[in-house]
């Protein structure tokens, strides 16, 4: 595995592949890789000839009272965990590379709508950061195509959204959640948990689960994210959010949506999670 941590090696390597008519397959990450994160490589090698990750913990995605400095960093396991499926580069950028002007300065790109509701409303500036970085990341990489995992739904539809909007001769391709025993979806934050919090967080998945099914067949989508909601901070959670919404706009769902998505947060212990699970209904 190659690993650069400056824009011209980096191009320069792109370029050389691009020249032998090699396509880019692109994974970029915050690093503390897990096993969804290897996933998303795995998946990343059956649509291009070369793949290139890259780990930035992103300051601008990171919000006044969220703790930038205490985000788990395990260069070295990551790096091991990437040369296991065969990564062909990783990009360690540093935010004096990523934002040279410092964030107070630096252009941003917004993406409307689908970035104020949800995690967006939750994490003011969140998406704005998500944004900006995949996009900076995207003109340096120049991936044929990027794998986004599904876990955070809502990112994956920021991320479709922008390269729609802009657009970016980027193929976005969306990866299935990769689940831990219980049912807790794997992610970073969960190295906050204590294994008692690990066996509340599951209960969060059983109630999406429970919610699922009950709304591909009953349209009482309130009363039924309300009593879902109930079952999640009755675990020893506390709600953020739930909401079932069109899996497309992200709007509230109505009766007539065929496609949903179950969109949910909650705060365990000192973790803030995410997950959500898709449902489609019959026609009545």
């Known amino acids: ?48 000839d070369k793949i290139v990750a890259s780990i930035f913990v992103n300051p601008m995605q990171f919000g006044a009272n969220e703790d930038i400095d205490n985000y788990p960093r395990t260069l070295e396991d990551d790096k091991s965990k990437l040369v296991a499926v065969n990564t062909d580069l990783l990009f360690l ?45 995207f003109n340096l990489v120049q991936p044929d195509n990027a794998c986004f995992g599904l876990k955070d739904y809502q990112q994956v539809k920021v991320i479709q959204t922008m390269v729609e909007d802009l657009s970016m001769p980027v193929e976005i391709i969306p990866v299935a959640t990769k689940r831990e025993a219980s049912g807790l979806a794997m992610s970073s934050r969960n190295n906050y ?57 992200l709007q509230p769902a109505s009766e007539d949506d065929r496609n949903l998505v179950i969109l949910a947060a909650a705060h365990c212990g000192k973790a803030r999670l995410i997950d959500n699970l898709a449902v489609s209904r019959k026609a009545s």
């Open 193 to 249: 948990l204590s294994d008692e919090e690990k066996a509340q967080a599951a209960e969060l998945f059983k109630a999406l689960s429970w919610l699922a099914e009950k709304v591909s067949q009953d349209s009482d989508f309130i009363g039924l994210s309300k009593q879902a909601g109930e079952m999640i901070d009755n675990a020893g959670m506390q709600v953020d959010y739930i909401h079932i919404v069109n899996a497309r706009t």
């Open 93 to 137: 950028p540093t935010p004096e590379i990523m934002y040279p002007k410092g964030l107070d300065k630096q252009s941003f790109v917004e993406v409307p709508n689908v970035s104020n509701i949800y995690c967006g409303e939750s994490r003011p500036g969140h998406f704005r950061g998500v944004a900006t970085v995949v996009c900076k990341l």
């Open 1 to 48: 595995m190659i690993t650069v941590d400056n824009i011209e090696q980096l191009r320069q390597q792109i370029q050389a592949w691009k020249r032998e008519g090699l396509t880019i397959g692109f994974v970029p990450t915050m690093g503390n890789l897990h096993a969804g994160h290897i996933s998303l490589v795995e998946e990343a090698h059956k649509h291009a």
